[in-house]
């Protein structure tokens, strides 16, 4: 949608209306003095007119800009103001919000969420150490770059146009949801605030809808004050019961009683995932050599914290039916340590004889196949590419069509040993599609890729597995 020129300073060309909210619109626009497309938020006409409004508005955007920048927070490049509307100029990121693929897809898997978590509590933990408060936490408000990664946007643009409580303005329609107990009784907000309104959004990217969902927003806002926090267990597909006591402290009533930090929070969750998948046990093989240390940034990171909750997450999946055991293996490198997870199997009773033999079999070809990835893996950490390939190539029969990270990661560890050994080829190329198919675009497989037929090919976001899903999005 074409917009006036006159809306914006000469300096942003050919801006197109993007999004329209509480606050006034934002247009996506090209920045001609630097070269690079931007978003630019306009405040309201009504809002702009009131002195106050404004002042509010311009002093949150310099509050803002100065934790902008950091890692998961939307960078502010200019705030200023034209023909008596402030306006905020930041990064523009393709990939749309949480909302956009909540509203699109509903619940979001485990993994996923705990990632897109992590990232959003590493922003609000930075901004929060630094006195900045965002008061409008909500997946609207998370927006995605090309890698699927998140970044909070709009550090106290809610208290600058008088929306952080109810009793400042009656027209709230879309945030109330969010709002802490304290917000909605018209109290100031803090950081426990945003920690509350992190445990909505997490809540409704689980199991696809807010804990005390309502069609009247004030119906909603008085439901934080006083209604019971409801079991997620019982509303998401597939949750397990360990998750309950967490979100009952995250929307705790009272702000002293819930977590400290955002990354406590998560924590917590990833804690709750992992009681729900059973025990585990932990086995650490010889230290790898130094020629392996100075070789592993070549090799696929199992992104530590993360996808370690991820390997946690198949085995609590793996498990949950009937009592199976498909023995995941999660392989994560801390330093020079590997650390090998094993979820142990759970007393149950005994199926028909021939239902165990099928699962035995089938727990045998995955453990026998993730315990050859791991060794082509360290194999390959340790400069032995040539001596990590029959091990991956055994692994890459045992583990095809399992569709879990230990397939993804074999696949690209079997591509890189081929390279290294035997060069480029057709084989190479296959590998990496399929291990992008099961976890997404990754630097490490553009790279490998780049190196052997040109620039990267799309393919499915992170989390979608064989190709199935919305396309990633791109751009940020």
């Given at each position: ?352 004889a021939e239902t165990t033999g099928a ?59 081929l390279v290294e050994t035997q060069g ?53």
């Amino acid at each position: 949608m074409p917009a006036e020129t006159t809306l914006l300073p000469e300096r942003y060309r050919d801006p197109r209306l993007v999004a329209r909210g509480a606050m006034g619109e934002v247009y996506c626009a090209t920045d001609t003095s630097l070269g690079r497309v931007v978003a630019i938020k306009l405040l309201d006409v009504r809002d702009a007119a009131d002195d106050n409004v404004r002042a509010r508005f311009t002093r949150e955007a310099h509050a803002a800009a100065r934790v902008s920048g950091e890692s998961g927070i939307v960078t502010i490049f200019d705030v200023g103001e034209w023909n008596e509307r402030p306006f905020i100029v930041m990064e523009y990121l393709r990939g749309g919000s949480l909302q956009d693929l909540l509203s699109r897809e509903g619940a979001q898997p485990p993994a996923r969420v705990l990632a897109w978590l992590e990232q959003a509590a590493h922003a609000l933990d930075y901004a929060h150490e630094r006195g900045v408060v965002h008061r409008d936490v909500k997946p609207a408000n998370l927006l995605l770059d090309r890698e699927g990664r998140v970044h909070v946007a709009d550090f106290g643009v809610a208290s600058a146009v008088g929306l952080e409580t109810l009793t400042l303005t009656g027209s709230i329609i879309g945030t109330a949801g969010y709002l802490s107990p304290e917000q909605a009784e018209g109290r100031e907000a803090t950081a426990a605030s945003d920690l509350y309104a992190l445990g909505v959004v997490a809540f409704e990217l689980l199991t696809g809808e807010r804990p005390f969902a309502s069609r009247s927003p004030t119906a909603e806002a008085a439901a934080h004050v006083s209604a019971p926090v409801p079991a997620i267990s019982q509303r998401g597909r597939g949750l397990p019961r360990s998750l309950d006591p967490v979100f009952a402290r995250a929307l705790a009533k009272d702000p002293a009683r819930r977590y400290a930090t955002a990354a406590d929070f998560v924590a917590a969750l990833r804690h709750g995932f992992a009681q729900g998948a059973g025990p585990t046990r932990v086995v650490a093989p010889p230290p790898a050599r130094a020629a392996a240390r100075r070789r592993s940034p070549l090799v696929l990171p199992l992104l530590l914290g993360a996808l370690l909750v991820a390997g946690v997450l198949a085995a609590y999946f793996a498990t949950r039916g009937g009592g199976r055991v498909g023995a995941p293996i999660t392989v994560t490198q801390h330093g020079t340590t590997i650390h090998e997870t094993v979820t142990a199997q759970a007393p149950t009773t005994a199926p028909p004889a021939e239902t165990t033999g099928a699962a035995t079999t089938q727990t045998t070809t995955q453990t026998s196949g993730a315990s050859a990835a791991q060794q082509g893996f360290a194999k390959l950490q340790a400069g032995d590419p040539a001596g990590a390939v029959p091990l991956l190539e055994q692994a890459a029969q045992q583990l095809q069509g399992t569709g879990g990270l230990s397939e993804a990661y074999n696949d690209y560890n079997l591509a890189l040993a081929l390279v290294e050994t035997q060069g480029c080829s057709d084989q190479v190329l296959q590998l990496l599609d399929a291990s992008q198919a099961i976890q997404g675009h990754r630097p490490q497989i553009d790279q490998l890729r780049h190196q052997c037929s040109g620039p990267p090919r799309p393919g499915p976001g992170p989390g979608k597995e064989h190709g199935k899903g919305p396309k990633d999005k791109g751009g940020g």
